[in-house]
């Protein structure tokens, strides 16, 4: 049972790293998308909605790499704290719970932010595809302008949307029964405290 959970713990620790690194790559090329924009000085050539999409991009991808590189600061503390754990893939009883109660300390502190940050990428990435698809109808942009701005468009939505929803079904129903999971878990190790 005990190898059980702790599989459990990893498997669950290497969903979190891949998706705050998905998450990097993601606000990175939002900013960088927008950032060109604005240093191209076309931000106006398409009109005022293109430049009003360009700073809303710009800002929800700054924001989303100041939320993922807290998290990942976050994670990386937790995860050098119980360096012996992930090192050599063992542990005791004890250790299992502190990873665990580390886990839902991560859970509880990013919950709400995330789902917010979520929800502003899938309506920007969505923005972004729409506009994206109006240009190229006008025939304002090229193929490969389209192109970059539909894959981050498409990368956004599809990311939002299955983080959105993994976060919802996991940590949601985690941090629903999270006291009676704590009591439990704790007569399982053994704790006493």
């Known amino acids: 049972m005990r190898e059980e959970v702790f599989r459990k713990v990893k498997v669950e ?15 990175s090329a939002m900013i960088g998308d927008a950032g060109r924009t604005f240093s191209a000085n076309v ?6 909605a293109h430049a009003i999409l360009r700073i ?19 994670f990386a503390k937790m995860k050098r704290k119980r360096k012996y754990v992930f090192i050599f893939h063992k542990a005791e009883k004890e250790e299992i719970f502190r990873v665990l109660r580390d ?3 991560f859970y509880r502190g990013y919950y709400g932010e995330i789902k917010k940050m979520l929800l502003l990428l899938l309506f920007t990435g969505l923005a972004i595809i729409i ?7 006008v025939g304002a942009f090229t193929t490969g302008e389209f192109c970059l701005n539909m894959s981050i468009g ?9 983080v959105y929803r993994f976060i919802s079904e996991k ?17 399982f190790l053994g704790e006493t405290y």
């Open 13 to 27: 620790v290497g969903i979190l790293w891949v998706v705050l690194s998905i998450s990097l790559g993601i606000s």
């Open 43 to 48: 931000i106006f050539s398409f009109g005022f």
């Open 154 to 162: 498409v990368a956004a939505t599809i990311f939002s949307v299955g």
């Open 171 to 187: 940590w949601g129903k985690k941090l629903l029964r999270i006291e009676s999971e704590e009591k439990i878990l704790r007569d």
């Open 131 to 137: 506009f994206a698809v109006y240009l190229l109808h």
């Open 56 to 74: 809303i991009e710009f800002t929800v991808g700054i924001f989303w790499l100041f939320l993922t590189l807290g998290a990942f600061k976050e």
């Open 103 to 105: 886990l839902i300390a």
